[in-house]
């Protein structure tokens, strides 16, 4: 089984609100990421975990969380969602890390903050 | 600074055409390039990639891409394009031991 799944599939948030998404894979990966996706623009990468160990892009830092209580489960958490996290979220884990591992993909949560 | 750029937003062609995808990268050192699709309402999933050798990569489906070193690309083709081809195709490069950086996507539409 090569799924990624993502929960909620849809999100409405209301601006000041709290956000938490959810992944799962049973692929037994060692790394989860999570990109950011706006229309007609690049998947942008957030942060990631390395089996245990969150790594976060500098210019991201202080706007999301994450959290991963084992190997199969990676959330993705905002404090206090502005209009400009409204946008498409993507979980992907691959074996390894590196641009060389193939990364497996989740169907992405819609996120609509207002 | 690594970069990739997928100049065509929109390509459209006739099922059964053939039909070429753009990407052009800049990074000067050792990297992995990628092509990934998405099909409307799912999850990215990798096609093909390339790190050394033939610069000519098979991925399924009948697409391939070619590598070149000269013009910074990472082109991929496919021969007789069908209709399930419909997708955003998204190019990828990455140093070794690096994360990706994606291209934009180019929105593959096939016309009946």
């Known amino acids: 089984d090569t799924t990624v799944k993502q929960n909620p599939r849809y999100k409405l948030a209301r601006v000041g609100k709290p956000v938490n998404l959810i992944c799962s894979q049973t692929?037994?990966?060692?790394?989860m990421y999570w990109y950011q996706k706006k229309p007609n623009q690049a998947p942008k990468l957030l942060l990631f975990y390395y089996d245990k160990i969150l790594n976060r892009e500098a210019d991201t830092f202080e706007k999301f969380q994450s959290s991963r209580p084992n190997n199969s489960f990676c959330s993705l958490y905002i404090g206090s969602a502005g209009l400009e996290y409204s946008a498409m979220y993507l979980c992907?884990?691959?074996?390894?890390?590196?641009?060389?591992?193939?990364?497996?993909f989740g169907p992405g949560t819609r996120l609509t903050v207002l | 600074t690594q970069t990739v750029s997928q100049s065509d937003a929109h390509v459209t062609v006739f099922e059964g055409d053939s039909v070429e995808l753009r990407c052009n990268y800049s990074y000067g050192g050792s990297i992995y390039l990628s092509w990934y699709i998405q099909h409307h309402g799912r999850g990215l999933q990798f096609l093909l990639k390339y790190y050394s050798g033939n610069p000519v990569v098979q991925g399924v489906n009948g697409f391939e891409a070619e590598f070149s070193k000269s013009d910074s690309s990472f082109h991929l083709r496919k021969a007789s394009v069908h209709w399930s081809d419909s997708a955003v195709y998204f190019c990828a490069v990455s140093a070794v031991n690096y994360q990706l950086i994606w291209g934009s996507g180019t929105k593959l539409i096939i016309k009946p």
């Open positions: 692929m037994n990966h060692d790394t």
């Open positions: 992907a884990s691959s074996r390894d890390l590196g641009g060389y591992a193939e990364q497996f």
